[in-house]
């Protein structure tokens, strides 16, 4: 099968960690890299961002990355791109007219959705469309501090009801798919995924200069909740909290300023420890370093770090929102608290941490939870159900 994605802002070759580089980019390139072993021919269009990248690329893994020439060749924040989208649409169906047309689109996040079905539209080609964050659940937990688009929500209402079907991350998000005025029929649950070869149980383990070690990972901005873990910190004596996330160097960072002052506040600091942007190499050592992995969001889509934790077989504290309460079983592979609520999260952690044996078996459970359900082996014979399904039906329309 002929598999274009799309990615308007999140390109599976982008260094993680930056202001727009985060589990999308992990999703998209593991995704495709496991629907290649599984035969398929898989291309993924993502927004030309900087001066001479080569039009077409081949990873190594097999897949094809193409740099669409929407907009400026330079950064440009995800929330100011929506201008771009019809040029990027422009050039995503006269890609498809010059070449070998697509079985199958599979659009990632509402601005890539937006120009797959412009693309598509009178071709035949059906849609399959990941949303990764919704617009309405964004403006719900951030208010005025939203900067999204005011059309967001209206343009995700649009994908959803002209994509042939939405293939969403976790449970929780169908139900706000179907407030949102969408077909449950037309929507099937496929989750993120984890490298279970890179993400092991052993292996090299990172340095640390403290008996009990907490470890977050994610991008340093506020609705990640890592002031709620600064300020959970003091009742966790004795404890290192360890934040990896951002540029690799916080001096300039706003928020790394906002999290060191919040630190001192809390008389913390010199168990704070902000390391910024880790190589994806790297990241197995660290979560292996952990007593316990906190992703402590206000609000979170799926979250891939709990499940690369699960994979090292560290138990994980994880707020109780949107896909991790699919993937963190409470009381069994590790404990789910209210999102900003410091005081529970800190009975949380300290009660993980004094109980070394309950932390044992919370990350072995962990681990076989993930081979059991979350390999991207796994997820890519589920989404390719999904393909299989839009592809029979846009055979069967034709044929009547």
């Known amino acids: 099968m002929r598999i274009a994605m ?10 993680l960690g930056g202001a727009d580089a985060g589990g999308q980019n992990v999703h ?75 079985d199958v689109v599979h659009s990632h996040f509402w601005m890539s959705g937006l120009a797959s079905v412009l693309a598509t539209r009178g071709s035949g080609v059906p ?5 990764h964050a919704l617009g309405t659940v964004k403006r719900r937990h951030q208010g005025a501090g939203d900067t999204s688009p005011p059309e967001r929500i209206a343009v995700e209402r ?28 037309k929507t099937s649950v496929v989750p993120c995924g984890v490298d279970t070869t890179a993400f092991t149980t052993t292996g090299p383990v990172a340095h640390r200069t403290a008996p009990q070690r907490i470890v977050s990972v994610g991008r340093l901005v506020p609705r990640k909740g890592f002031d709620d873990l600064v300020a959970a910190l003091p009742q966790v004596a004795g404890a290192e909290l360890v934040i990896a996330g951002g540029s690799r160097d916080l001096d300039d960072d706003p928020e790394a300023r906002r999290l060191r002052d919040c630190a001192r506040a809390h008389g913390v600091a010199d168990r704070v420890h902000l390391i910024g942007q880790v190589d994806r190499a790297d990241m197995p050592a660290l979560l292996r370093s952990a ?17 690369e934790a699960m994979a090292c077989g560290v138990p994980v504290v994880a707020s109780a929102v949107g896909g991790l309460t699919d993937t963190v079983v409470h009381g069994v592979t590790g ?14 952690l300290r009660a993980v941490l004094a109980d070394r044996s309950r932390g044992t078996a919370f990350g072995l459970a962990g681990r076989d939870r993930v081979e059991a359900r979350y390999t991207w082996d796994a997820v890519a014979s589920r989404t390719e159900r999904v393909y299989d399904r839009v592809c029979a039906n846009d055979g069967l329309a034709v044929a009547r």
């Open 291 to 307: 007593d316990v992995v906190a992703c402590v969001p206000w609000y979170e889509p799926f979250g891939i770090v709990p499940l």
């Open 335 to 348: 404990v789910l608290t209210p999102p900003r609520d410091p005081r529970a999260l800190g009975r949380a």
């Open 158 to 185: 649009l994908v959803g009801r002209e994509a042939a079907a939405i293939a969403a991350t976790c449970e929780d998000e169908v139900r706000e798919l179907t407030a949102l005025g969408l077909w449950r029929s």
């Open 28 to 102: 998209v390139a593991a995704l495709a890299a496991a629907l290649v072993r599984r035969g398929h021919e898989v291309t993924v269009h993502t927004r030309r961002d900087a001066r001479g990248l080569p039009r077409r690329v081949r990873t190594r893994d097999g897949y094809e990355v193409v740099h669409v020439p929407a907009g400026p060749a330079r950064a440009v924040p995800k929330d100011d791109l929506l201008p771009h989208m019809t040029e990027f649409a422009r050039f995503l169906r006269q890609d498809w007219k010059s070449g070998a047309a697509p």
């Open 127 to 131: 849609v399959v469309h990941t949303y």
């Open 6 to 15: 799309v990615s308007e802002h999140a390109s599976p070759l982008a260094a």
